[in-house]
């Protein structure tokens, strides 16, 4: 990265009036620099206070307020530099793999191609929009529980169920997760991967903790607890996979996100505005179910018998065999 800077700053360019007035705004600094020798002798001799209080002061001070001003401009303008110049070298390098895929698979599309593409459609999905982060919640809730599963098939040698919800393969985690990291680094989705990781470094933990501290807190179980691994806080996030989250930002919305937002841009106005209504009140209408199950499951393991219809209807509906069956790692407390 740093061989590819050096390279650029040596072709040959037309210099543009930015880069004009950065050489004037530090031949100025020099000059300026030079004059204040000046006032420094002026200090150095001076050994009369009334001296000192008359006039020197006065020309210090206005000299300082002058070089904080100039200095709080001149940090604004680096900063916007800094960053301009940072986002314009992922979008290239972006479009660059994008240009010069080979395999789709090893390639995602740029985000940059994706933002002009949602733009010039008029797309109903666009940027971050409610229907964008209701797909992606939807999405993120699958993919999660397909990816985990996968892994436990992997690492353990069977499959053991990941879902977070009674009816079908989703977990609201990976979804909740996937749309705050969609929110979160959308601002930073042309910028370089630096600040990926570290947006989903924090992003991902304060998720994982609140989702921790939500589901004991409300329904008296947790389904997962770093107790026993270093770095950990209250059990509920891990040094370890607080990094993980941070590579899973960059992973997320330098590959994935633009991948799934190509996907979405296949889906006509119309009917993609029907098909995430639909698949939004199904996510509501399970979480509801789940919660309630949960709740009932709860009870049970204490030893409350059903005290009405519903909670008769609960037992008959979502028995311990089942939930056990959904939720194979909770306990409660």
């Known amino acids: 990265m740093f061989r590819r800077k050096d390279a ?3 072709v040959a360019h037309e210099e543009t009036q930015l880069e004009q007035l950065s050489r004037q705004a530090k031949r100025e600094a020099l000059e300026h620099q030079a004059r204040l020798s000046g006032i420094y002798t002026e200090l150095g001799q001076c050994d009369d ?50 240009l010069n895929r080979k395999w789709y698979l090893l390639n995602p599309p740029s985000n940059t191609s994706i933002d002009v593409e949602e733009q010039q459609t008029k797309h109903f999905a ?9 797909l992606i919640l939807f999405i993120g809730s699958f993919a999660g529980v397909v990816v985990e599963l996968l ?9 053991e169920s990941r879902s977070g919800l009674v009816y079908g393969p989703f977990n609201m985690l990976y979804g909740v ?19 990926s990781f570290l947006g989903g470094m924090l992003v991902g933990s304060v998720v994982e903790y609140l989702c921790s501290w939500g589901q004991e807190t409300l329904l008296g ?15 509920r ?9 941070g590579v899973l930002g960059v992973l997320w919305i330098k590959d994935l996100y633009p991948r799934m937002s190509k996907w979405i841009l296949k ?31 709860a009870e049970r393991v204490q030893g409350k018998p059903a005290e009405n219809g519903f909670e008769s209807l609960l037992d008959v509906r979502f028995p311990d065999e089942r939930m056990e069956r959904i939720y194979a790692n909770m306990s409660f407390e």
């Open 8 to 10: 650029l700053l040596n």
């Open 49 to 98: 206070p009334e001296q000192l209080e008359e006039g020197l002061s006065r020309k210090v001070g206005n000299e300082l307020v002058s070089l904080r001003c100039a200095a709080v401009h001149l940090k604004q303008a680096l900063a916007h530099t800094v960053e301009m110049e940072d986002e314009l070298s992922a979008r290239l390098r972006d479009v660059e793999t994008d």
């Open 126 to 134: 666009q940027g971050i929009n409610a229907y964008k982060l209701c």
């Open 151 to 159: 892994w436990c098939l992997i690492t353990n040698g069977y499959l």
């Open 177 to 195: 997760g996937a749309a705050v990291l969609t929110v979160s680094l959308f601002r930073y989705r042309n910028r370089g991967r630096w600040l």
């Open 221 to 235: 179980s947790r389904s997962w607890d770093y107790s026993g691994m270093p770095f950990n806080l209250n059990g």
């Open 237 to 245: 996030i891990c040094l370890l996979y607080s990094v993980f989250w």
């Open 267 to 297: 889906l006509p106005n119309r009917p993609g505005k029907v098909v995430t209504w639909v698949v939004t009140v199904f996510l509501v209408v399970n979480c509801a179910v789940s919660a309630v199950a949960v709740w009932r499951w």
